[in-house]
C-alpha cells in the first residue's frame, strides 16, 4: 500500500475501487461530466489543493482529459499534480463492449502500469528519490526538434509512444510529465533511442 500526502481525483467509483487497493489517500470521484455542475465537489477539490494538493488521473480518452482540464481550470490556487495513464486498447472485464475510443480507464490498469504512471509523474512510491536537475525549456524542446518545427508534433506522438504517454497530450503538458521524470541530458539520450528504434 502506497501512502500518498495528496488527495487523488479519479472519474468514477471503480477507478476508485482500482486504487483503493493500491494507494492509501483521499481518493474523490468527479462521476465523469459530473464535475462540471457540482459546486461542492469542486470546492472540495478546491480545499484540498490548498491543503495537501491534489493529484489528478483521469482517462486517457478526450473525456478524461475535457474533466482534467475543467479541473485545472476551476482550481487557482495551491498544488496540482498531473497523473497520465498509457493508451492501452482494451476492455474492461466488467463490461460488455470497449469505451468509445476503445482505450482502457484507470480500472483497466495494471498495477505496475499505475505505479509506473505515479512515478513518471514525480510522485514517489518507492525508496529512490531523483535528484534535482537542470529542467528542460520550451528552447530546448525547440531545438531537439520537438516542437515548432516541420515534422515536430510527428515527432512528440513518437516520444510519447516510446515513453507509455498518451497522445493527446499536449506539448506544454509534455514538458510538464518530461520534468518530473528527466533532465535535457536524458531527454537527449531518450530522443537518440527513440529515432534507432525507429529506423
Given at each position: 500500500?502506497?501512502?500518498?500526502?495528496?488527495a487523488?481525483?479519479?472519474?468514477?467509483k471503480?477507478?476508485?475501487?482500482?486504487?483503493?487497493?493500491?494507494?492509501?489517500?483521499?481518493?474523490?470521484?468527479?462521476?465523469?461530466?459530473?464535475?462540471?455542475?457540482?459546486k461542492?465537489?469542486?470546492?472540495?477539490?478546491?480545499?484540498?489543493?490548498?491543503?495537501?494538493?491534489?493529484?489528478?488521473?483521469?482517462?486517457?480518452?478526450?473525456?478524461?482529459?475535457i474533466?482534467?482540464?475543467?479541473?485545472?481550470?476551476?482550481?487557482?490556487?495551491?498544488?496540482?499534480?498531473?497523473?497520465?495513464?498509457?493508451?492501452?486498447?482494451?476492455?474492461?472485464?466488467?463490461?460488455?463492449?470497449?469505451?468509445?475510443?476503445?482505450?482502457l480507464?484507470?480500472?483497466?490498469?495494471?498495477?505496475?502500469?499505475?505505479?509506473?504512471?505515479?512515478?513518471?509523474?514525480?510522485?514517489?512510491?518507492?525508496?529512490?528519490?531523483?535528484?534535482?536537475?537542470k529542467?528542460?525549456?520550451?528552447?530546448?524542446?525547440?531545438?531537439?526538434?520537438?516542437?515548432?518545427?516541420?515534422?515536430?508534433?510527428?515527432?512528440?506522438?513518437?516520444?510519447?509512444?516510446y515513453?507509455?504517454?498518451?497522445?493527446?497530450?499536449?506539448?506544454?503538458?509534455m514538458?510538464?510529465?518530461?520534468?518530473?521524470?528527466?533532465?535535457?541530458?536524458?531527454?537527449?539520450?531518450?530522443t537518440?533511442?527513440?529515432?534507432?528504434?525507429?529506423?
Amino acid at each position: 500500500m502506497i501512502k500518498l500526502h495528496e488527495a487523488v481525483i479519479v472519474e468514477g467509483k471503480y477507478d476508485k475501487i482500482r486504487l483503493s487497493s493500491l494507494i492509501d489517500a483521499v481518493i474523490i470521484v468527479t462521476d465523469g461530466f459530473g464535475i462540471f455542475k457540482d459546486k461542492e465537489k469542486l470546492a472540495l477539490i478546491r480545499y484540498y489543493a490548498e491543503k495537501t494538493g491534489i493529484v489528478i488521473l483521469t482517462d486517457s480518452d478526450s473525456a478524461g482529459f475535457i474533466i482534467r482540464n475543467h479541473i485545472k481550470g476551476a482550481v487557482r490556487k495551491g498544488s496540482i499534480k498531473n497523473v497520465y495513464i498509457p493508451d492501452i486498447f482494451g476492455k474492461e472485464k466488467r463490461k460488455i463492449k470497449p469505451s468509445a475510443e476503445g482505450k482502457l480507464g484507470v480500472e483497466g490498469m495494471d498495477t505496475k502500469v499505475l505505479i509506473e504512471a505515479f512515478e513518471k509523474a514525480g510522485i514517489r512510491t518507492g525508496e529512490s528519490i531523483v535528484e534535482e536537475h537542470k529542467k528542460i525549456t520550451k528552447s530546448d524542446m525547440f531545438s531537439l526538434g520537438l516542437s515548432g518545427g516541420k515534422g515536430s508534433s510527428d515527432k512528440r506522438r513518437m516520444l510519447l509512444n516510446y515513453l507509455k504517454l498518451p497522445e493527446m497530450l499536449s506539448a506544454n503538458s509534455m514538458l510538464e510529465v518530461l520534468n518530473t521524470m528527466t533532465d535535457l541530458e536524458g531527454l537527449k539520450q531518450m530522443t537518440e533511442k527513440m529515432q534507432d528504434k525507429g529506423r
